[in-house]
Nanobody, 126 residues
Framework: QVQLVESGGGLVQAGGSLRLSCAAS????????MGWFRQAPGKEREFVAG????????YYLDSVKGRFTISRDNAKNAVYLQMNSLKPEDTAVYYC???????????????????WGQGTQVTVSS
């Protein structure tokens, strides 16, 4: 129903920027909230940012607020994560995901998402 493919990861120095893209298939894309998660080796997957399908409301992990911006373009079936002022602790594999949920507490949970991309590596050097 929904296929997701991330791109845009890479190696960047601390303080630099990257823009991640997630291309989605399916005519029902606009009815899915979208989220970005990340997972570093040996660590739990964590919610980074989300945007609802209903109102376009955005939510962020506290540590990225003011640095990262999530956006979506329903006409292009795409969601983006603009990452500025990157820090070494941002290093992780980043995943985009699609959910029917709209509440912040739900979108923080990976279990709320029905579809996941393959992930893209972001490495921030110090």
């Amino acid at each position: 129903q929904v296929q997701l493919v991330e791109s845009g990861g890479g190696l960047v120095q601390a303080g630099g920027s990257l823009r991640l893209s997630c291309a989605a298939s399916g005519r029902t894309f606009s009815s899915y909230s979208m989220g970005w998660f990340r997972q570093a080796p040996g660590k739990e997957r964590e919610f980074v940012a989300g945007i609802t399908w209903s109102s376009g409301t955005t939510y962020y992990l506290d540590s990225v607020k003011g640095r990262f911006t999530i956006s979506r373009d329903n006409a292009k079936n795409a969601v983006y994560l603009q990452m500025n002022s990157l820090k070494p602790e941002d290093t992780a594999v980043y995943y985009c995901a699609a959910s029917r949920a709209v509440l912040r507490l739900q979108l923080r949970l990976g279990t709320s998402y029905d579809y996941w991309g393959q992930g893209t590596q972001v490495t921030v050097s110090s």
